[in-house]
T-cell receptor
Framework: AQKITQTQPGMFVQEKEAVTLDCTYD???????LFWYKQPSSGEMIFLIY??????QNATEGRYSLNFQKARKSANLVISASQLGDSAMYFC????????????FGTGTSLTVIP | ETGVTQTPRHLVMGMTNKKSLKCEQH?????MYWYKQSAKKPLELMFV???????ENNSVPSRFSPECPNSSHLFLHLHTLQPEDSALYLC??????????????FGDGTRLSIL
């Protein structure tokens, strides 16, 4: 079974608007971490934001916030005030403690910001 | 400047060639990883090194041979590759293998094309 599911292969957003990228995960572990990465066309994977399974508050990093709904096993990324430079692939990832902290990645969502 | 440097950025090789990919991290991390990224598929973890010792090999064909001479350098030696091995190869590092809240930091990747 897929550990990380990203159901939106492509998304479009108007510049300065907010956008939500979906991510659901599958784990039976109580201790895990959720990560979002951005991959521009240059190839580099850039770490954006982290949410721990025991964190009670949603993580925020500048214009990025993570909408963590533990019971639904979802960890959606919200980008506020989109900029043209936000156009990239976005990957959700999970790290489980019971599998030696191996990272599992989703298939990604391609975001295009329209001027 | 990502802290993780991969060379070369692009590589075209024939199926009978031998080449090596190089990764260097300047972050003082103890764990390093090789991933394969193919179109429309999740990142595939290939190898994990912790303190220069290989701790994971995810059923990778023997035509891929990793080497970790020290905690800052990681190589992937390639020999007799197949066309389906064409992909983006990403190197990553993390502080260690066990800290669940620590992200992996990635290089820009090597885009490999097998003729």
């Amino acid at each position: 079974a897929q550990k990380i599911t990203q159901t939106q292969p492509g998304m479009f957003v108007q510049e300065k608007e907010a956008v939500t990228l979906d991510c659901t995960y599958d784990t039976s572990d109580q201790s895990y971490g959720l990560f979002w990465y951005k991959q521009p066309s240059s190839g580099e994977m850039i770490f954006l934001i982290y949410q721990g399974s025991y964190d009670e508050q949603n993580a925020t990093e500048g214009r990025y916030s993570l909408n963590f709904q533990k019971a639904r096993k979802s960890a959606n990324l919200v980008i506020s005030a989109s900029q043209l430079g936000d156009s990239a692939m976005y990957f959700c990832a999970m790290r489980e403690a019971n599998t030696g902290n191996q990272f599992y990645f989703g298939t990604g969502t391609s975001l295009t910001v329209i001027p | 400047e990502t802290g993780v440097t991969q060379t070369p950025r692009h590589l075209v090789m024939g199926m009978t060639n031998k080449k090596s990919l190089k990764c260097e991290q300047h972050l003082g991390h103890n764990a390093m990883y090789w991933y394969k990224q193919s179109a429309k598929k999740p990142l595939e973890l290939m190898f994990v090194y912790s303190l220069e010792e290989r701790v994971e090999n995810n059923s990778v064909p023997s035509r891929f041979s990793p080497e970790c001479p020290n905690s800052s350098h990681l190589f992937l030696h390639l020999h007799t590759l197949q066309p389906e091995d064409s992909a983006l190869y990403l190197c990553a590092s993390s502080r260690d293998r066990v800290s669940g809240n620590q992200p992996q930091h990635f290089g820009d990747g090597t885009r490999l094309s097998i003729l």
